[in-house]
C-alpha cells in the first residue's frame, strides 16, 4: 500500500513571493491534515479536511495561508505572501477517518525555506 | 486547548538499555498516538492508545486516561531507535495537539 505522497521536497523562496504544496494521502482515506513544523518543535495542525470539506482550520493564518482538497482525494496548501517565520516542513498526514480520530500517516514532508 | 508535557526533553542511551518515556496531558482526551520522527524527518506512527496498554516489538505504551499520562516503554534499545518521540492528543474528533518530544540518541 503506498504511503502519503507529498511534493516538492524542498523548496526555497524569497519573501513575499508565494509557494504551493501538493499532498495525495492513502488511498481510501477519508481525513487529509496538513501540519507545520518549526524547527525543534512539534506539528501544529493547519488545517483538517473530511472528504473536500474542512472541519477545522482554527490554526492557519487565513490571510496569507488557504488549501483546498478537490474532489476529496489529493490537497494544495498555498502560502502567499510568504514571510520568513513561514520557514518550516509542512507535514500532509491522513486517516480512515471516523468519530473520536483514527491513526494518522505522515507523509515525507516539504522543507521551506524563505529568505 | 490541550496542554501535552512530555519527558525528560532529551535522553542518551547506551545500546541494550531500556527507558521510559512519559507524556502528561491537561484535560481528558479521546485519542492519544505515539510517534516516532527519525534522523531524516519522517514520522512513523507507533501507537493509537487512548486507553490501556499495546506491544509492538520491543515497544510498549501503557495510557492512564483517568489520571491523565501515557508511557512509552523502549526495550533492549537499538541505533535505530535514535530520534524524536512524540505524544500526541486529542479531545475532539481527529484534532491531535503534540508536545514538544523527547529526544532520543542511542549509541553503540
Known amino acids: 500500500e503506498a504511503g502519503v505522497a507529498q511534493s516538492p521536497r524542498y523548496k526555497i523562496i524569497e519573501k513575499r513571493q508565494s509557494v504551493a504544496f501538493w499532498c495525495n494521502p492513502i488511498?481510501?482515506?477519508?481525513?487529509l491534515y496538513w501540519y507545520q513544523q518549526i524547527l525543534g518543535q512539534g506539528p501544529k495542525l493547519l488545517i483538517q479536511?473530511?472528504?473536500?470539506?474542512?472541519?477545522?482550520d482554527s490554526q492557519l493564518p487565513k490571510d496569507r495561508f488557504s488549501a483546498e482538497r478537490l474532489k476529496g482525494v489529493d490537497s494544495t496548501l498555498k502560502i502567499q505572501p510568504a514571510k520568513l517565520e513561514d520557514s518550516a516542513v509542512y507535514l500532509c498526514?491522513?486517516?480512515?477517518?471516523?468519530?473520536?480520530?483514527?491513526?494518522?500517516?505522515f507523509g515525507p514532508g516539504t522543507r521551506l525555506t524563505v529568505l | 486547548g490541550i496542554q501535552v508535557e512530555q519527558s525528560p526533553p532529551d535522553l542518551i542511551l547506551q545500546e541494550g538499555a531500556n527507558s521510559t518515556l512519559r507524556c502528561n496531558f491537561s484535560?481528558?482526551?479521546?485519542?492519544l498516538q505515539w510517534f516516532h520522527q527519525n534522523p531524516w524527518g519522517q514520522l512513523i506512527n507507533l501507537f493509537y492508545?487512548?486507553?490501556g496498554t499495546k506491544q509492538n516489538g520491543r515497544l510498549s505504551a501503557t495510557t492512564v486516561a483517568t489520571e491523565r499520562y501515557s508511557l512509552l516503554y523502549i526495550s533492549s534499545s537499538q541505533t535505530t531507535d535514535s530520534g524524536v518521540y512524540f505524544c500526541a492528543v486529542g479531545a475532539s474528533w481527529g484534532k491531535l495537539q503534540f508536545g514538544a518530544g523527547t529526544q532520543v540518541v542511542v549509541t553503540p
Open positions: 498526514a491522513s486517516s480512515l477517518g471516523g468519530q473520536g480520530g483514527d491513526t494518522q500517516y
Open positions: 484535560d481528558s482526551v479521546n485519542n
Open positions: 492508545i487512548p486507553s
Open positions: 479536511f473530511q472528504n473536500n470539506g474542512v472541519v477545522d
Open positions: 488511498s481510501g482515506h477519508a481525513t
